[in-house]
Nanobody, 127 residues
Framework: QVQLVESGGGLVQAGGSLRLSCAAS????????MGWFRQAPGKEREFVAA????????YYANIVKGRFTISRDNAKNTVDLQMNSLKPEDTAVYYC????????????????????WGPGTQVTVSS
């Protein structure tokens, strides 16, 4: 059983920064791609960023590209999301997720390809 726990959410003013972290346990973390998703009230869960199992490749949603950076530390079993230049529309619950396939070569944006999810952390950006 895989456990994912996010931390680092909070309230920040527009233009500010937050760093989210996700701690993983339960299987070989370094064998799986990891992703960050978010869900705002009344909206569907949407893809934010993903990172390959090796850490050598990343992919971002267009709406966060250039502002957010995903990274991972396979020695510590953590994946982080650095969020800069935050906007009110970034307000959402942020979730980290683990890919269901080992050593997948392609970074995916579809929630169905991720089989383990954290409980989420709230990010609120005030204008």
């Amino acid at each position: 059983q895989v456990q994912l726990v996010e931390s680092g959410g909070g309230l920040v003013q527009a233009g500010g920064s937050l760093r989210l972290s996700c701690a993983a346990s339960g299987r070989t973390f370094s064998s799986y791609n990891m992703g960050w998703f978010r869900q705002a009230p009344g909206k569907e869960r949407e893809f934010v960023a993903a990172i390959r199992w090796s850490g050598g490749s990343t992919y971002y949603a267009n709406i966060v590209k250039g502002r957010f950076t995903i990274s991972r530390d396979n020695a510590k079993n953590t994946v982080d999301l650095q969020m800069n230049s935050l906007k009110p529309e970034d307000t959402a619950v942020y979730y980290c997720a683990a890919d269901r396939a080992k050593f997948r070569t392609v970074l995916t944006t579809t929630p169905g390809t991720y089989d383990y999810w954290g409980p989420g952390t709230q990010v609120t950006v005030s204008s």
